[in-house]
């Protein structure tokens, strides 16, 4: 990018300072502890779909600071949050950047309800500050709509998620209406596919969503609860204007089941010729000593910053979009 490029970047980079400065008046006019942790780390994050950066040592980028914020909980914290630059090598576009700002933050005995309303209330409050009366084609201020992941995908394209529960349904299903697929699909891809291409566009038009209850293969470190033979994650997602903004979890603290979903990602992983980096075995040991009940929620800054000031894309509220 020339200096004349960055000269007229200027502004947009002192309005997204700004609203930085409101995340964090909103998290200490909450008693929250504001937390750094190593964005060099031994487990970057074990889900299939992520790709995650080399750093050096045997060591990775992080993809999310979740582990070490956790291990924060088990040894007693209450109230933390972090915002986090965090890196994934696969992710390219408007609105996915390979370096980009994670806002994360925790509360013990909270519920995923709560953490939920709390960040609506952080979203209000950035749009507010922006000067923002919608976010995309989304009206922050509207009660958010909450919908269930298989209420919405029935809704939209008439797959009933719990009746194609196996791979060969579902790709079925898939190509009745049209949605691409191939062969060495599994089911979670095919799942991946069918909300991106036919789902997330719709979600937040209007007003914000809440999308909860994602398939309990989707869980990753949430809790599991079987509705009605119907097994679900205990995770829900932020839309806005058709934007995903957050992603929050009613968060494991079983060590055992944790373990189980650690290997079987990283077997996923490696049948999907990816590399698998080793089990964050401090993670797991501070799990063993007892992580108390707590909600959690990821929240991607770059593009929350964006819709407040009513930019085309993530990449055009950070200093050098083509550097990241």
């Known amino acids: 990018m020339s200096l004349d490029a960055l000269r ?38 074990l889900e299939p779909h992520l790709v995650a950066l080399p750093a050096g040592d045997g ?16 040894a007693g914290a209450e109230r933390i949050w972090q915002l986090a630059p965090c890196w994934r090598g696969d992710e390219r576009g408007p609105w996915h950047l390979g370096e980009f700002l994670m806002l994360e933050w925790y509360r013990p005995g909270a519920s995923l309800d709560a953490i939920l309303a709390e960040a609506v209330e952080l979203i209000r409050q950035v749009a507010h500050a922006a000067g923002a009366r919608r976010l995309g084609t989304c009206d922050p201020e509207r009660e958010p709509e909450r919908l269930t992941v298989r209420q919405v995908v029935l809704r939209e394209t008439g797959i009933d998620l719990a009746e194609a529960g196996d791979t060969d349904r579902l790709r079925d299903a898939l190509d009745a209406i049209g949605v691409r697929t191939a062969a060495g699909d599994d089911w979670d891809t095919l799942f991946f596919r069918l909300l991106v291409e036919r789902v997330e566009p719709v979600l937040g038009r209007e007003r914000i969503t809440l999308l909860s209850e994602y398939p309990a293969s989707q869980a990753a470190l949430a809790r599991v609860r079987d509705d009605g033979g119907w097994p679900v994650a205990l995770r829900a997602e932020i839309y806005a204007g058709g934007i995903e903004l957050a992603n929050a979890f009613d968060e494991l603290t079983d060590p055992a089941e944790q373990r189980r979903r650690h290997e079987a990602d990283r077997a996923a992983r490696r049948r999907a010729g990816r590399e698998a980096p080793p089990l964050d075995e401090r993670f797991l040991a501070a799990l063993e000593e007892g992580m108390p009940p707590a909600a959690g929620i990821a929240l991607g800054v770059d593009r929350l910053v964006a819709l407040a000031l009513g930019l085309p894309g993530a990449r055009d509220v950070v200093a050098f979009p083509d550097e990241v």
């Not at 700004?18 to 970057?44: H, Q």
Request: charged content about 35%; overall charge positive.
């Open 8 to 45: 007229r970047r200027l502004p947009i980079l002192a309005r997204r300072a700004r609203l930085l400065r409101e995340i964090r008046a909103f998290f200490e006019a909450r008693d929250y502890l504001e937390v750094e942790t190593p964005a060099r780390v031994a487990c970057p994050g």
């Open 59 to 74: 060591l990775w980028l992080r993809t999310s600071p979740e582990l070490h914020m956790k291990r924060l909980l088990a």
